[in-house]
């Protein structure tokens, strides 16, 4: 059964930085792609960064110029690093996985901006 942990949130002032994580785990098989998503209370479930297993990137626009996301392909991980943060950044961080035999949801991480 594919697993995604996610690590990485807390509570950052504005204009400070906070880098997620996410591993997948019982894969079996390759891994097409991998996303951050957020979800703000009372909003639905938005798209944040998207990265392909060859490495290109796509991002939303409010997130543009302020978070990067990467990866360690021999890790099944991937990173979510955050700076400039807005309180409008505040929200759960799941992380998804598409993978050759379908695709999975993490359990999310909250992230807080606030001073």
């Known amino acids: 059964q594919v697993q995604l942990v996610e690590s990485g949130g807390g509570l950052v002032q504005p204009g400070g930085s906070l880098r997620l994580s996410c591993t997948a785990s019982g894969i079996r098989f390759s891994i097409n792609s991998m996303r951050w998503y957020r979800q703000a209370p009372a909003k639905q479930r938005e798209f944040v960064a998207h990265i392909s297993w060859g490495g290109s990137t796509s991002y939303a626009d409010p997130v543009k110029g302020r978070f990067t996301i990467s990866r360690d392909g021999a890790k099944n991980t991937i990173f979510l690093q955050m700076n400039s943060l807005k309180p409008e950044d505040t929200a759960v961080y799941y992380c998804?996985?598409?993978?050759?035999?379908?695709?999975?949801w993490g359990q999310g991480t909250q992230v807080t901006v606030s001073s």
């Open positions: 998804y996985v598409a993978h050759a035999g379908g695709a999975a």
